[in-house]
């Protein structure tokens, strides 16, 4: 190789068209290539081959094995490299509790001796370990160690607060918040008990005293958007029992309709259970229990909600019952339960008795559901089986089936048969019934390509 | 011995009161005497050093002045002390595996002196750390630059990951706040000469460094021809068995290590066999030293004694013994001249008896068994045939039976080893820190370290500290009373021989070679290079066998290997390349008729 500067070939064609090319001399470094660069010291590679096998321990369940690998590579956190050491204290603190988490001969002691020399780790991870130390004690349901150690989590500060300590100590107080009120309820249970000649005044502003930092701690995390549904009801209760209940329903308000929080049904829940504890009118009540029926349909409140909406005198209302009844049905929940589907039947029962007026919100309704509603609701099968363990769900439901799919339906006919055979006299008016309507069947189906037939 | 103090002072120039000469010297104490009449003076070294020149210093070897600083701050102490403490250590050890006491009271401290008095740090006029860094004296920090011989830590050549972050704790923009009050005291180190010896690089003058002192036990050992190979003293280290990693715990008390020291004497890595050796070879040259005493074919390093012990090790044949004989015959690697190191001399540097006989363990077997990834698994089946038939008798070598077995062996003992490694402690009791500040965190941290290692001790059954099983210089051993047969050392090798007159000759007929052309060492460091796709399973299972058992690393044994083949067959490729106008290039695989 001396050197490479590549001269034009002589006599080629068109060597006006490729200018030559003239490759520079290669450094002699270049020939034979070698590895250099930053060597890894064995320190390193064994600590991280260490690592493999406590991962491999840990996701064998081989906890044994785990400490004893662990013992090695506590190491890591006197590392020389510096970027090793300021990653190392979280996974030795990760890796530590999942350890003693399970290992056999581990004890709670053990754990509180551990978190707190992490604690001493580092600046850090601080709250971080605060705080899945108080998640672990409430999980075991040290509550009073849980809160003891919420309270001096609370007042920990370190030089600059960095954005993601802030969540976190944000957090801390959210939880020391419900603690409070967990207090707090503690102590009006103990009260109500009493006579009210007992009642001490210390008592008494100690509950006060619960009441404040919970309230404050409460509203504080309420204001994040997220999903803080113990939290919510817990300030909600707070407020209700010292009778502010304009704030409850500002909380409550903002805590449903905010479009920065996410999408949250039980926030409707919650605000439509207020709204009827003050009494507040059915419209209100309705408009709360409308966006829960957008979001979640199957919801037990429908049920309710449908009652509301079939008492209203506006045509718009009773329409929206109509779909909401059908819409509860959709779904596996609601198979086997009895009132929903008498509900339906009463429905329509009253619309056919009232001259066929709204048949066609029927015919609309049913149009999206014949074709599967036959086989979910209507088979066979279920027919002998909801005869079995239900009679009355097999007479609402044959009821509908005879005036949804003709009195040929095999559900219809199965049901009938063997209500007649028991000789119960319903079934006898359920037949009439049917009979007498029978050009509904017509009507309802009547725009159906493929009517299936059973 | 190493209780010899080798005193001198420079700075005293008054003529001795009793026979006028000039010629002082310093006692134990401190005091000044005459070393022409051994007159002592009243006047101390205390004395001298509060109105001279910060470069004035004694240096004394065993214990000399140690004088307790203010601020206490222990001993000074210069870094080839450490070095020399550290040395003892190792020999001590090395005396209780069974090594001859002469090698840590004569020839080691002999070896040791000569280096001191050649790289001028002792037993001289003007010791090179009379003049340290200036940047302690000078307040500004342009005086950095103006060093002309200055090397920055940033243009060292060799980094590791953690060097980058010793900069990081001690960078020059920290010199002006050095402690005043030690004058002598370099910058930011515990040892007087710390930081001089990590930054300066003096041209031809060798620096010592924790690796260096295993060379320096090689080569005492090798002067005195003891049993125990590199491989075998680097095996001992890892074990255990010789302080080596926390060897800077043997310190007394009152040496100080923190700072710079750390680069010197914290070591993260096992010593590597070619770093070791080739400082070795560097030194036995420094050191002007005469040649070695020769190793004959009785000596334990001469290759066939070192072969046998390989053969056991690796369940092979006794039989292929007489034919690694033959090859060394035939090569010429079995004479003294060759054997024995001599440092002027640039054919007679080698001294790797290890590797050179695993290497020639691997041409035999390659002679004999072709080892092409075809022909041995045929002639295994006529081996596994026969010995169906004959079940008394000696049993045929059956390489595939063998492999098996190795195999199945090997692998247990390198997932053994590697667990072993991942459980290693580097970190010892003495905590190191970097500076004055930093001492009471680092304190506070092997404290917690120590208890939550106690903790999870607690949790697992068997006791932590286990004791050490003595060392051996065999790692696997081959029963050959055990029934199941996995034991080939009396296998007979007539599976692949065949009689010519009252000559074995190998059947097989052909050899391929590992390199067609050896490299330049000089370009690429190396005389040939291995790459695993080029070769045979076989091949590289062989490799893998020899790199385990002298931890060490294949392309070490494989570029022995070629050397081998290049001398074995030197005639032949002598001619061939006569016959070529252009040399071909390396690492081609060729297939060359030959017969031994």
Redesign the interface.
Known sequence: MDGLVEEPALGEEGDSLAPSIHLPLLP?CF??P?TVG???????K??E??LN?IQDALLQNQ??RA??????Y??I??S???SKRKTAPEA?WRI?TE?LLH?S??NIE?LN??TE?MK??GVKNYLKVCLEHIFYLLCNGLIDEAYQNLTLAEGWRYGEQTAAQNDELKLIQAYKGLLDYYNWSKKRKAMLELDEENFTDSSEQEMHNFFRQAAVNLKEIIKIPGVWDPFVVCYVDLLEFYGDYDEAREVLTEYAYNSKFPPNPNAHVYLYHFLKRQGESKKSLVSVLKILHKTVPSHELMLEFYTMLTKSKKRKKRRLGLEVIFEVLDFAGWKENVKAWSCLAEQIKQILENSNKHLDWVKEEWNSRKDWWPAFHFSHYLAKRNWQENEKLAYEKALLAGILLGKDCKYYKYVLHQGCKAKKKRFQTLKKFVKKHSSAYLRISACSDSSTHL | GWGESAGRDKDYNEPCVQCSDVNWGLTDEGKFYCKSCHNVIERTKEVLVSDAIPNTKIQSLSKGLRKKKKIDKGWEWYVCEGFQYILKKQAEALQKLGVCPRMKDEILCCFWRCYLQKSKQAYCPRPVNDTPLELVVSDSATDVDSEPERVSPFDLSSFTESDIDLQTECSFGQISSVDRTSETMSVYSGSIDGSSYVLKRTKGNMRMSMPMTLSFCYMALLWLKEPVTLSDLLRFVAEGHIPYINAFQYFPEEIKLYGLDLKIFRVESWPEYEEVHNKMLELAAFLDLPRFPAITDSCFLHPDMLCIKYLMEANLPDELHSWTCRVVKKTGVGETNFLTLDAENESARKANYDILSVAIIIVVLKLLLLLNDQYEWVLSNFAEERNKKNKEGRLWFDFRKWYKVVKTCMDIEQKKLAEERARCLWKCETPLFYSAKQKAATLKKRQMILSLQRQFGALTDSPQVTEKQSPSSFQLTWDEENPDGSCFHGHSLEGFLQEKGNLHRPMNPEYWLCTVKLCNKKVCGHLAHYKEGDFSKSYQFILNLFSFLLRVDVSLIHEEVCLIEHKLFNARLHKKSKKQSKPKENAIRKWLLTRV
Request: one cysteine or more; charged letters at 30%; glycine letters at 2%.
């Open positions: 002699r020939y034979h070698v930053r060597k890894k010291t064995e320190f390193q064994t600590k081959a260490c096998y906890w044994q400490a004893e690998f662990m013992i090695s506590l190491e956190l006197e020389s490299t510096v030795i530590g350890i290992h001969k581990s053990e001796y551990f020399r001493n780790l």
